[in-house]
């Protein structure tokens, strides 16, 4: 896609462990709850390792998040920019989407509690151009679909963003309720889940109508 960064450069295998401790000690404590030397112990090497491949805390924490949203730029945007028809298009974005919340849960429950901490440090974190870009990037994508006729002209395309979004990350962070709630059986399963939102989403929740024959006299 234009304008897209490069990919995330090659790791080296210490600096993948430092990342895998540090993300686990963020999830569990937070970002002000951790320090370098938590993640060096955790990781089983020397504060100055850790310094040695990430120049700071921040930068470290920035690395693992820029690495999730380049990741979602990358898999996730072209599957609401495909050629095909707006249903099937939000159903392999959503699926896709629970599929990789649940299988990066560990950076993905990490970057939930910080954008819950509400303090200083993780709304700096979390309020840079990365997610914002990300958003646009859908929003973009729904805007071009209305430009083509794939989109209805008069929906607005950040609230329909906002709501795929939002669905998808609260069925990952309450799965276990969700799918043991009778009144939500759809979401047993992940394509069942996606193809029902996908639906909803186009179609509404007014019933169909049925326009009135004119009387021929």
Known sequence: MPGQPPRPRTLSPGARRIQ????????NRGYAGTSMADIAAAA?????????????????YEALVGDAFAGFRE??????????DLETSLRRFAAAHVERLTRMQGTMRLIAREM????????????????????SLLVDALRR????????????????VFLLLC???????????????PDLAVTTTTDRYAAELARLLCLGLAPATTPVAKDPS
């Not at 679909?145 to 329909?160: E, K």
């Open 145 to 160: 679909g209305q430009a083509s006729g794939r989109v209805r002209p008069d929906a607005d395309p950040g609230l329909a």
């Open 167 to 181: 669905a998808n990350w609260f069925l990952f962070q309450t799965a276990g309720l969700a799918r043991r709630n």
């Open 44 to 60: 089983g090497v020397s504060k100055a390792t850790v310094f040695h491949h990430f120049r700071s805390k921040r930068a470290l």
């Open 116 to 135: 819950l901490s509400g303090n200083v440090a993780s709304s700096e974190l979390m309020s840079g151009e990365e997610m914002s870009r990300n958003f």
């Open 75 to 84: 898999q996730l945007v072209p599957l609401l920019e495909a050629d095909e």
């Open 20 to 27: 895998s401790a540090a993300r686990r000690l963020f999830a």
